[in-house]
């Protein structure tokens, strides 16, 4: 059974870091497509970054210099080092697999999900 647990979220100032971790079971971690999505009230889920299984990345545009996804494999852990936090980036975050190893047109297409982490962040 695929499982994918969600970590790391909080309420933090504007301005400040956060990690979010993601454990992943159940598959084959490191020939998976890994992204994080987020979504917060009343919008759509939106793609954050992407990560291949070969380490290729992709991110939103609202979050290029300031996220980092990143994993480790030994760990079957997904990352997602966020800096320089502002109030647009209070959502639920998701962590999501897909069963193929690459980006598409520079996303992951997911077939699995995680429960989420809710990050909040305060002015």
């Known amino acids: 059974e695929v499982q994918l647990v969600e970590s790391g979220g909080g309420l933090v100032q504007l301005g400040k870091s956060l990690r979010l971790s993601c454990t992943a079971s159940g598959f084959s971690f490191s020939s998976y497509c890994m992204a994080w999505f987020r979504q917060a009230p009343g919008k759509e889920r939106e793609g954050v970054a992407h990560?291949?299984?070969?380490?290729?990345?992709s991110y939103a545009d609202s979050v290029k210099g300031r996220f980092t996804v990143s994993k480790d494999n030994a760990k079957n852990t997904l990352y997602l080092q966020m800096n320089i936090l502002e109030p647009e980036d209070s959502a639920m975050y998701y962590c999501a697999a897909a069963d193929y190893p690459f980006l598409l047109q520079g996303s992951c297409r997911p077939n699995y999900w995680g429960q989420g982490t809710q990050v909040t962040v305060s002015s």
């Open positions: 990560l291949s299984s070969s380490g290729s990345t």
